[in-house]
């Protein structure tokens, strides 16, 4: 009687192991959807995923390949640092001094208000946690968007592709209506600065990349008093967000971006290259599109024809070429894909 219950503990322990074993395994890609009880199908399912976790111990999702999956490109290896935050937070928001002196200067600030009290004052106002994109509790495959402005987009018929993303990224003032066919609709997070804002859907996660504390304080006074109508040019006194929907692009990350990424090219980032950048450290796959210059190096615009698509080549604020190259290099070795247009 003993003997028969002691052997049926070991089986049940034993099938419970097996079990336990088999739904963590077949659950680690996330690629296993259909269940089908034959017994070869299952053992054959079953040494695939235990070949995978033995090639990849730690997979950081679960797609055929993840960016931040280190060891296929050296290039990469050496610029990529995945403990580099992208957004500022009200936990991060004690910028570094060194940090802070570059950031300081990429626009000449004259009477810069107090940094820690301009972003205790902004915390004070929009949560400043952070980014559910980035909270990478569950094991998944993020497939990231990023659409620049190019020119190259019209007549690409990319919409429905970029859309089927589960994060589509845009920036500054690109319009989706009316451009359906060729950008798409679906934006999950838009990038701005005050003197390129343009109103956003009520879904749609805006991400301030402040370039100087006015920046900044823009954003406090947009929603609030409104005191703000002027940088370098008129910016909008209010804009129309919710609160909860404001993300702030982290000046360490854009020197991280500047000096790993750019090697000291032109005077700072562009927010195509700060986007993509931002992508490639919280997305899993990135496909990139609408970037890529008119046949005289201008950044031209898929909606308009933009008199000042020159104006960054003369001033030297952006190396267009030098970002150029890197976003193909990145796609040589597959870290994004690029998809070039028309
Ligand atoms: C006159 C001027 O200052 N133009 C700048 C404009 C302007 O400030 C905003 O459009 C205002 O809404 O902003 C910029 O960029 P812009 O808004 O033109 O484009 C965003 C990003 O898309 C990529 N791009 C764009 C056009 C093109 N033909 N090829 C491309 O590859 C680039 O990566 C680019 O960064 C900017 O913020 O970076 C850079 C541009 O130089
Ligand atoms: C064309 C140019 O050099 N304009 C600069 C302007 O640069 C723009 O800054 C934007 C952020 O505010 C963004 O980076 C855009 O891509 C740039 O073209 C600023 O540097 C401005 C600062 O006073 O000076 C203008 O001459």
Redesign the pocket.
Known sequence: MVLVRRRNVKVFTFAFLLITIMSFLLNYTHQVTTNTWDPRHLIMQFSEQVQKLLKYPKRPCSCRTCISELGRSLWFDQRFNSTMQPFLTSQNALIPEDSYRWWLKLQGEKTPKNINDTLKELFGIIPGDGDPLQERGTFTCRRCAVV?????LRQSQYGQEIDSHDFVLR????PTAGYESDVGSKTTHHFV?P??YKELAENVSMILIPFKTLDLHWVVTALTTGTINFTYVPVPRKIKVKKEKILVYNPVFMKYVYENWLEHHGRYP????L??MFALHVCDEVNVY?????SKG????YWEN?A??G??RKTG??D?DF??NLTLTLASIEKISFFKGR
């Open positions: 620049g402005n190019s020119g190259n920036m500054n003032r690109a600065y003197e390129s562009s927010t195509g290259l986007s993509l609408g970037f890529g210059a008119d201008h950044w031209h615009h933009n000042s698509a104006a960054f604020v952006h267009g970002e150029f």
